[in-house]
């Protein structure tokens, strides 16, 4: 697929497609669900991504004012806004024409987005960017092996990845579930697979009458660490991010809301690539 480069747009819904164009783009799983997820990540991105993940990944970047930054897999392009407001030069890059679309349209002229599939290697040149920052995607990509290796050619020696998933370990789709032991008064995180790399689809909105499903991929850790260094980048950062949420008051909210800040509800990792000598 060939990139195409999505014009900010001040109002309005997102552009439809040319009835000219000789070859349509593809319609992916998140182009049907992009009107759903747009309105649930609004102008400055969901609850989770505003308190946790954004500030988050921002610190973790370690950026410099007017370093460039590639949003990879960057949906409606609230982290695009994020960096923008922080003095970032950014650009962001979907496979969904209709999430590109609302990006476009809610963001400032100065952030440039890009249609393309981050498995492709030829949609920037080698050593563009300064960062590139992949959030909550990861997991939704069926092979990250050709991402992670785009990643460590458009960075500049020196430049730093971070990613951003679900943790891998305790939050697996209808394969890890709270219990509570009620001798011990605690709430506990039941895992029944973990090693196993899965397809599991998602219906997208999460509601019974839906008919669109999105696919997330679990992966161990394993999996994650070995496509990065496969990459030649090299891991230098790691954290985990518990949910900030508390319970209301009841019988179980103090354990409830000591297993919350026990297990992790995000993964975040940082990998840069090597300086040449």
């Known amino acids: 697929m060939k990139q195409k480069r999505i014009s900010p747009r001040r109002k309005g819904p997102p552009p439809a497609r040319r009835s000219a164009r000789p070859t349509p783009a593809p319609v992916t799983e998140w182009d049907q669900a992009a009107r759903w997820y747009n309105a649930v990540v609004g102008d400055q991105g969901s609850e989770y991504q505003r308190t946790l993940i954004f500030p988050g990944a921002f610190r ?15 949906g409606p392009g609230a982290f695009s806004r994020y960096l923008a407001q922080k003095g970032m030069r950014v650009e962001g890059l979907d496979a969904s024409e209709q999430l590109l679309g609302y990006a476009a349209s809610r963001s400032p002229a100065s952030v440039c987005f890009h249609h393309a599939d981050a498995r492709e290697p030829d949609s920037f040149e080698e050593a563009t960017f300064d960062a590139i920052v992949c959030l909550m995607a990861l997991q939704n990509m069926e092979d990250i092996q050709p991402v992670m290796k785009n990643a460590a050619t458009w960075l500049k020696p020196g430049g730093r990845l971070v990613m951003v998933v679900t943790h891998p370990c305790f939050r697996i789709p209808r394969q890890t579930h709270w219990g509570w032991d009620e001798e011990k008064k605690m709430e506990y995180r039941r895992v029944d697979r973990y090693l196993s790399e899965m397809l599991i689809p998602i219906l997208t909105p999460p509601f019974a009458r839906s008919q669109i499903f999105t696919s997330t991929y679990h992966r161990p850790l394993e999996s994650y660490f070995q496509a ?5 980048l090299m891991v230098d950062g790691l954290e985990e991010w518990v949910s900030k949420k508390e319970s209301e008051p009841g019988k179980r909210s103090r354990g409830e809301n000591r297993a919350r800040r026990e297990i992790p509800l995000f993964l975040a990792l940082r990998a840069r690539r090597q300086n040449i000598p």
């Not at 973790?60 to 960057?74: F, H, N, Q, T």
């Not at 990065?228 to 030649?232: K, L, Q, R, S, V």
């Open 60 to 74: 973790m970047l370690e950026l410099k004012k007017k370093e460039r930054v590639l949003d990879l897999a960057c």
């Open 228 to 232: 990065i260094t496969e990459a030649g």
